[in-house]
């Protein structure tokens, strides 16, 4: 095996890890693995030749999410902002010490997490590919478990920050998603030219 798959095998076994459950094709599954072997597809879908390290930060992306839920922080924009952040250092970190005892070296580790924590994402072509990917992989699995759990109106302005987030290449692949009749609608009115 090489190391690259010994690395994404030991990703995977931490992603199957999280206790949540989504059914694929019928069969319980752990979430986190599901969304991440999802963003890895879109990776490799969209970027055939996408380097080592963007292969790695697409499964390493959401380690060990499902042990700092949303709720241990405060319910504010500012809380949601710093959760995030902290989630980015907590999956590099976490990546960093399996890249590192796989015998990675230290510029690859270091820009598996810079990568992870999307730092210039607009201005650094890899960064944005992961986002597109991130984006592509909520809208397809978790998008329906997600919104109907929220207001309409939140969802919609949700939609509509992760299609600004997203590039032109990304948003062209969301637009070929085979979404639910709730999906689509709640997409549709995200698209829709606002009233001034």
């Known amino acids: 095996m090489s190391r690259t798959a010994d690395a994404l ?3 995977d076994a931490i992603n199957a890890e999280d206790p949540q459950r989504i059914e694929v094709a019928g069969v319980p599954t752990p979430r986190t693995l599901v969304h991440a072997r999802s963003v890895s597809q879109w990776i490799e879908r969209l ?10 930060a697409a499964r390493a992306h959401h380690l060990r999410r499902w042990e700092h839920p949303r709720s241990q922080w405060p319910m504010t924009r500012e809380g949601y902002l710093r959760w995030r952040l902290e989630l980015k250092r907590i999956h590099a970190e976490v990546a960093a010490g399996v890249l590192g005892a796989l015998g ?5 580790i270091s820009r598996v997490g810079a990568l992870i924590r999307r730092e210039r994402l607009k201005l650094d072509p890899e960064a944005q590919a992961l986002e597109d990917a991130i984006c592509l992989a ?5 998008f329906d478990h997600f919104g109907p759990q929220h207001d309409p109106a939140k969802v919609i302005a949700i939609v509509r920050k992760t299609w600004a987030k997203m590039s032109e290449h990304g948003r062209s692949a969301a637009l070929t998603l085979s979404l639910s009749d709730y999906a689509q609608s709640i997409v549709a009115q995200a698209l829709a030219p606002t009233q001034a």
């Open 9 to 11: 095998a030991a990703f």
């Open 47 to 56: 970027h055939p030749q996408a380097s080592e390290a963007l292969l790695l």
């Open 104 to 108: 990675y070296e230290p510029e690859l």
């Open 138 to 142: 909520f809208l397809e699995h978790d």
